[in-house]
């Protein structure tokens, strides 16, 4: 199937308004770089608060994005932790700018008072504590201070008393972290637990409650890619520069290899100043579209060049210029077939696949078109760019 049929679009003699588009972007691209402080990077890379919190209910996810915007520098990753029916949510979190990094105990702290003012109100001045939420220490000193099961009447010890309050507190955390997997929906469930008697059961309902939430896990994690990643990146995308140049110089000739290098250059460098110009955050994801962009830019490259050379050897008396021109015309088809199809999957999945994908399918949606254009523009017209001035010297 082709969409144009012998066309003669003389895409060499073209090559300085190529240069002038890309010299143009580029340097849009290093502007907004230093004009907007670089590039943002996100937790993978800056380090911040990791949470796992389980509701009651399914929770409405903008709404618990945006209750947690104010603690967070950057809007926070939120994702669906293990199965959806046990409405487990993964919260990442990068430290708000300004803010020095706090203890897991603060950050956590933080997101309880945050969630709560969104999805529990009605509590958020009530003297009653979120048993759903409540620390084993905090609960056995209530306990203690209480003596629901009237133990001081009973002649026993100070540390038989401290021992079995201690004892009951743990049935009762292990039945609400394990059988309850995190979270009773109200304390009269907690007569299921092992050891608890209606006493107990009665004096926690005067100072507490079940909330609709319960913070699982939490932590305050340090740069998981941090400069170490940025540099392993950085050479790992490095390294697979070096591989193709040798491949494509091996298949082909050096020339082609630098071409199609300095394309691929120029596609990464682009993408990344349309980052720093939109502020979007730099994650793993994000990292991983590049090198995607990588393969995918290539690719392309490389089926011009083999056309290429298969002219050379059909068109031995026909310039160099001429047979560039027409083996871009003839893969013309074929490139804007495959690239729009992919632009159409990767633009359907930055409209509707959510935040959390969308720093990924900005990446490939600007790659794709940035990669198209290069293959075409830039990497063999490099290559004639480079016989026309060695023509030359040598005839010289």
């Known amino acids: 199937m082709e969409l144009f049929k012998q066309t003669s679009i003389n895409w060499i003699g073209k090559r300085w308004w190529f240069f002038g588009i890309s010299f143009g972007l580029f340097a849009i691209g290093v502007l907004a770089y230093f004009m907007r ?7 993978d890379f800056t380090g911040g608060t990791l949470v796992i919190v389980k509701f009651q209910q399914t929770p409405d996810l903008d709404r618990l994005r945006d209750s947690l915007k104010s603690i967070s520098a950057t ?26 990094k706090s203890s897991a105990e603060g950050s956590g702290e933080s997101v309880s008072n945050s969630l709560r003012q969104v999805f529990d109100p009605e509590n958020m001045g009530s003297k009653q504590l979120d ?3 409540v620390g084993s220490d905090a609960l056995n000193k209530s306990l203690l201070e209480k003596d629901p099961d009237n133990l001081r009447n009973q002649n026993k010890t100070t540390q038989e008393i401290e021992d079995y309050y201690t004892k009951l507190a743990q049935s009762l955390l292990n039945f609400r972290n394990k059988t309850s997997d995190g979270l009773v929906p109200s304390l009269d469930s907690l007569k299921n637990a092992p050891g608890v008697s209606d006493a107990v059961i009665a004096s926690l309902q005067k100072d507490y409650y079940a909330g609709p939430f319960a913070i699982l896990g939490n932590e305050s ?15 790992a995308i490095g390294l697979s520069f070096l591989g193709m140049l040798v491949y494509i110089g091996f298949r082909f ?28 955050e730099i994650s793993l994801t994000v990292i991983a579209a590049l090198l995607t962009l990588v393969g995918y830019s290539v690719n392309d490259t490389i089926v011009i060049f083999d056309r290429v050379r298969e002219n050379l050897r059909l068109m031995r008396k ?16 074929r490139t804007i077939m495959t690239s729009g ?14 935040e959390v994908l969308n720093g990924f399918s900005f990446a ?11 293959t075409i523009a830039l990497a063999s017209t490099i290559v004639e760019w480079w016989y026309r001035v060695t023509e030359q010297r040598s005839r010289a």
């Open 37 to 43: 402080g670089g590039l943002n990077y996100g937790i």
């Open 75 to 100: 809007p926070p990753l939120i994702q669906t932790f293990e199965e959806p029916s046990r409405n487990k949510i993964q919260i990442r979190m990068q430290t708000a700018l300004g803010v020095e």
């Open 131 to 133: 048993f759903n939420n």
């Open 221 to 235: 994690i340090g740069a998981v890619a941090g400069s170490d990643l940025r540099r392993k990146a950085t050479l």
């Open 253 to 280: 000739k050096p020339i082609y290899g630098v071409a199609a290098i300095i394309a691929i250059i120029h596609d990464v460098a682009i993408t990344l100043g349309l980052f720093a110009l939109t502020q979007k």
């Open 318 to 333: 026909e310039s160099l210029f001429k047979i560039l021109n027409l083996s871009i015309n003839q893969t013309l088809s």
């Open 341 to 354: 199809f992919t632009f159409l999957a990767v633009f359907s999945l930055f409209l509707f696949g959510g």
């Open 364 to 374: 490939l949606t600007i790659g794709i078109i940035v990669g198209s254009y290069s």
